[in-house]
């Protein structure tokens, strides 16, 4: 996973009480939408349709399309990634250029990029290569947030199916322990899958916020 890396904000300063927790992120991002006239609605799909519904959210965020919902085609390449093709590629996406993206190369024994989510209230996402696979993820909050870890561990063990391509884990970093989510794919996927998991790994971090927000302490 890549990890070997500086911490993001929100687990940078989670010990001084003073970072951006998983819940900021997710009342930023509500904000950034609702300022821009969007409303929230729930559907109920099929799996394996999570990817297509969500080309289809982004282009009904646009003015009136009236019955021409055209999905967002992303560049595609055939290729193993490095990490330096992989961030050119990703710089000359629509989503970077239009800011609803934020690329940084985070420094560390294990190069990798941040991504900075703007229209998820600025959630920092990392994505790195290691050998033949891209992995993507994202801190959720420290184990030592958690209530009641028993009661806990034993929910999270049950919530496959509410965050599909996404796993969660426990990761020790510098002196504390995390909870993250993360994905994998294959460092020979097109642009566009990964481009997917990416947001994919946006839309369950936020969704594991909303659903574990309980059993976060304050």
């Not at 999270?156 to 990761?171: A, H, K």
């Not at 994998?184 to 996927?189: M, N, P, R």
């Not at 998991?197 to 594991?208: D, F, S």
Request: charged share 25%; proline share 4%; glycine share 6%.
């Amino acid at each position: 996973m890549p990890r070997k890396k500086p911490l993001d904000d929100a687990t940078a300063k989670a010990g001084s009480g003073k970072g951006k927790t998983t819940a900021d992120y997710v009342r930023e991002m509500r904000a950034r939408l609702r300022e821009a006239g969007l409303v929230k609605r729930e559907f109920w799909i099929l799996p394996e349709n999570v990817n297509a519904l969500r080309g289809i959210e982004k282009a009904l965020r646009q003015p009136f399309l009236g019955e021409k919902v055209k999905l967002e085609n992303f560049m595609t390449e055939n290729t193993h990634w490095t990490i330096s093709s992989l961030h050119k590629a990703l710089a000359e996406l629509e989503a970077v250029e239009k800011g609803e993206i934020a690329l940084a190369v985070a420094e560390g024994s294990v190069p990798s990029i941040k991504l900075t989510m703007t229209e998820y209230g600025d959630l920092p996402i990392y994505l790195a290569v290691s050998g033949d696979q891209v992995l993507v993820d994202a801190t959720l909050f420290e184990a030592s947030k958690v209530k009641d870890p028993v009661e806990f561990n034993n929910l999270l063990l049950r919530s496959r199916d509410m965050f599909p391509l996404s796993s969660v884990g426990i990761e020790p970093v510098n002196d504390t322990e995390i909870y993250c989510m993360f994905g994998s794919l294959s460092a020979a996927s097109s642009l566009t899958v990964i481009v997917q998991e990416i947001y994919t790994l946006a839309e369950n971090v936020i969704r594991a916020a909303e659903a574990f927000e309980d059993h976060i302490k304050a």
